[in-house]
């Protein structure tokens, strides 16, 4: 599996970073909060889910893996990087919800999401990936634009959540944060988080 890799190799806190439904690893995005986790003393990994790893080897723009495809990519990586103790997990968007359903059962030392798909957008009376953040375990940070077409505070505050679960919003952000400063506090946000745990 192709990696890229951010910040001191022998730092104690890893995490495995996953991007989103529609864009790679090697986003503006994906390089920002790499790098500047990294510059904080995380060692991220990023790496592609095989449906987006086949665009760079000339395969079409096909729709993302099937959902059982998508986790046994995240059990792999966790293995390869030495079991669920040793790291943390997360992503963007769908990224982050595929991380949200292994993190239990691979007992890791916790969850980072950047913009975490609450229902289809604009839709949020449709509570279809809720049922297993109600139940979670495992320390959870999900930073989320106030402006989220994906869950909105509006939205959000009435969802039956665990609490291991801390959410943290960003003022104007959108479902990439974008926004004044926003990817800087999101960085800052997940380090702090990272480093706790």
Not at 56 to 69: E, F, I, L, N, Y
Not at 151 to 157: H, Q
């Amino acid at each position: 599996m192709h990696t890229l890799t951010d910040g001191p190799a022998g730092s104690p806190h890893v995490f495995l970073f996953a991007h989103g439904a529609g864009a790679a690893m090697d986003t503006p995005f994906m390089n920002t909060i790499a790098r500047g986790l990294g510059e904080g003393g995380v060692r991220v990994v990023r790496f592609e889910f095989p449906y987006m790893a086949a665009r760079r080897t000339g395969g079409k723009r096909g729709a993302p893996d099937r959902q059982p495809v998508l986790l046994e990519t995240f059990r792999t990586l966790i293995e390869e990087h030495g079991g669920g103790a040793k790291v943390f997990v997360g992503g963007k968007s769908m990224g982050g919800r595929m991380a949200s359903m292994v993190v239990d059962e691979a007992g890791v030392r916790g969850l980072v999401v950047l913009g975490y798909p609450f229902h289809p957008p604009g839709k949020p009376a449709t509570e279809i990936r809720l049922a297993h953040l109600e139940r979670l375990r495992t320390p959870a940070l999900i930073v989320q634009g106030e402006r989220d077409m994906f869950g909105t505070p509006a939205d959000v505050e009435d969802y039956t959540l665990s609490p291991a679960i801390r959410i943290e919003w960003l003022a104007g952000g959108d479902h990439s944060l974008k926004g004044a400063g926003n990817l800087a506090r999101a960085v800052e946000l997940a380090t702090a988080f990272i480093l706790a745990h």
